[in-house]
């Protein structure tokens, strides 16, 4: 093992030297990274792109050339980020779509009206996502799933001829080091009873998402759609210091940026060898394990994905994802 795979390994083994700017720190200068290739000519969407690493990932790909269109629920934030991005970067091939992630029914009319209005995607980061205080539903569907499962299926389904166009288009979920607590566990997904816990529903669905992504590279040839989770590292970001308040005043002062956080999905974007990549779980530009606990290992991974696209397929058809 080369020196800075034996520094990788012990940074992730350490879990907090991993997960906040010092490993990223450490990774980037031991293995030389450059930037982001550009993404001159190419076509981005980048979802929840009014704050935090959504605003980081928008304002990356604006900034290396890509026509990027940006999602997210708030109009006047969402034109202001938009005027802002442009100003900042000097590309004016930025559009805004307004839509409410969290309502399948808006994210089947905003769905429909994007694969209608874009015949070619090379980039869609699904970046929207946050820690629920409490159980809500909005067409029937629990929020947190809403937003960060059923919102991301719906959009991918309906972008895949645009994708497969993209040669490989590359789809990136941004899951979150809070999987590794929780196994896959559909019941609980779809499950409404119990006393509801924000955070290990957000864990679960994140669980999900990395499912999900590998899944989607089981069905879909990599040369036409490469697909990936992702590890951002811990950031600090508006939702840190709104969900875990504690845990962000602890480790604030090691806590990546956005930027840095948004580094591998926009290394991803541009990427060379895209599509060998596809169904990995990537964090620091490396594929990485999806376990660390034995509890959490699924004795059956390739049915789980069946059984999530099948709900998902489930919840898309119905009265919500019409």
């Keep these: 093992m080369s020196l800075a795979g034996a520094i990788d390994a012990a940074l992730e083994a350490s879990v907090v030297g991993s997960f906040t700017r010092v490993g990223y720190g450490v990774r980037r200068r031991l293995e030389h990274w450059g930037p982001p290739a550009r993404l001159d000519g190419r076509v981005a969407l980048v979802t929840g792109a009014t704050s935090g690493l959504g605003l980081a990932y928008a304002r990356g790909l604006a900034a290396l050339g890509a026509r990027t269109h940006l999602v997210a629920r708030d109009p006047a934030r969402l034109e202001a980020v938009r005027a802002s991005l442009v100003e900042a970067t000097g590309n004016r091939e930025i559009e805004s779509w307004v839509a409410d992630l969290a309502s399948p029914r808006a994210v089947a ?34 929020t947190t799933v809403a937003v960060q499962l059923l919102a991301p299926y719906l959009l991918t389904e309906a972008l895949r001829g645009a994708l497969g166009a993209g040669a490989p288009g590359r789809v990136v979920l941004v899951a979150s080091g809070g999987m590794y607590a929780e196994p896959f566990d559909l019941e609980r997904l779809a499950g409404s009873g119990g006393p509801y816990d924000g955070v290990r529903t957000y864990a679960r669905v994140k669980r999900a998402q990395v499912v999900l992504a590998r899944a989607w590279a089981h ?31 602890v480790l604030g002062p090691l806590l990546r940026r956005p930027d840095q956080g948004a580094d591998t999905g926009l290394w991803f974007a541009g990427a060379p060898g895209a599509a060998a990549l596809s169904g990995s779980f990537l964090f620091d530009r490396r594929p990485r394990a999806t376990e660390r606990l034995a509890r959490t290992r699924s004795l059956d991974p390739r049915g789980d994905e069946e059984r999530l696209l099948g709900w998902l397929g489930g919840l898309a058809a119905g009265p919500g994802g019409r």
């Design 109 to 142: 009319a905003l769905a429909h009206e994007l694969a209608g209005g874009i015949a070619c995607l090379d980039v869609l980061i699904h970046n929207a996502g946050a820690i629920a205080p409490a159980r809500a539903l909005l067409d029937g569907v629990e």
């Design 219 to 249: 069905r879909w040839p990599a040369e036409e759609v490469a697909v990936v989770a992702l590890h951002p590292g811990w950031v600090d970001t508006p939702g840190l210091e709104r969900s875990l308040p504690v845990f962000r005043r």
